[in-house]
């Protein structure tokens, strides 16, 4: 039998496990959370545990977390790189999954915003968070872990799947999470992070600075700008972008355009 993947416990009752899928939209891969009870002193093989996002169909990730006996499965958003080994794990690991939509549930309800959900010995409440996804939410962990799926990155910033996902929706779900305590940050994708708001403050001025730069873009077009598309604004706000990243940018280019258009 192969030699499988041992998660790396970060904080008491939390490990991560990183799927090997790295690419230029996932950084280094996915990353799998385990919950379990911070009153236990090891994780184990047979550790009670919630999992938040199983990731792409992977079978040696998706058997590196079968090892544990999940009680629950959450869903940050309707992506493949978090929801592909749904029916995979289903059969190595029989538990029931909750995401907002319900096509990624199996034998459980949808997930509702602001509900406190208790399983293996932790507490977790759901916020919707929508801007990357319509779907996106978030997870406090015992008031004291904030879990961001994509909606805010271990490094660079998240894309927009404009028109599923709009800025207004994104500000407001930033600014949402920054109304909770500071509290450690946990993306799918790149390393933890100590604290949260010093992050989510970048994202906002980000945010802010790329509008800008929109704007700016707009000016220059003169006349032109009136009607400008994502194409016509990447060589302005993007100068520099990888050939891979042209489609991301411009639906978040969308996404800034039609925020300004209904914030004239």
Not at 114 to 126: H, K, L, P
Request: net charge negative; aromatic share 4%.
């Amino acid at each position: 039998m192969a030699h499988l993947s041992w998660p790396t416990v970060i904080a008491p009752g939390i490990a991560v496990l990183t799927a090997d899928n790295p690419s230029e939209m996932t950084l280094d891969g996915t990353n799998s959370y385990l919950l379990f009870d911070p009153a236990s002193s090891t994780l184990q093989p047979g550790t009670e545990v919630v999992l938040i996002d199983p990731g792409p169909e992977l079978q040696s990730h998706l058997q590196a977390l079968s090892q544990f006996e999940i009680q629950l499965v959450l869903i940050t958003h309707r992506h493949a790189d978090h929801t592909g080994g749904i029916d995979r794990l289903r059969q190595l690991a029989a538990a029931p999954v909750r995401a907002q939509l319900a096509e990624h549930c199996r034998d459980a309800d949808p997930l509702a915003d602001g509900e406190i959900i208790s399983a293996a010995g932790v507490q977790i409440q759901v916020h919707d968070t929508p801007g990357h996804t319509s779907d996106s939410v978030c997870f406090t962990v015992d008031g004291s872990h904030l879990f961001t799926g994509d909606t805010v990155l271990g490094r660079g910033t998240t894309i927009l799947e404009h028109p599923d996902g709009t800025l207004a929706d994104y500000l407001a779900s930033l600014n949402r999470l920054l109304g909770l305590p500071d509290m450690p940050l946990h993306p799918a994708h790149g390393q933890q992070h100590e604290t949260s708001h010093q992050l989510l403050r970048a994202y906002l001025e980000h945010r802010k600075s790329r509008l800008d730069q929109v704007r700016a873009a707009l000016q220059k077009l003169g006349k032109a700008g009136a009607d400008a598309t994502p194409a016509q604004l990447l060589e302005f706000v993007y100068p520099d972008l990888d050939p891979r990243l042209v489609s991301a940018a411009s639906r978040s280019l969308e996404a800034q355009l039609h925020y300004l258009a209904s914030n004239r």
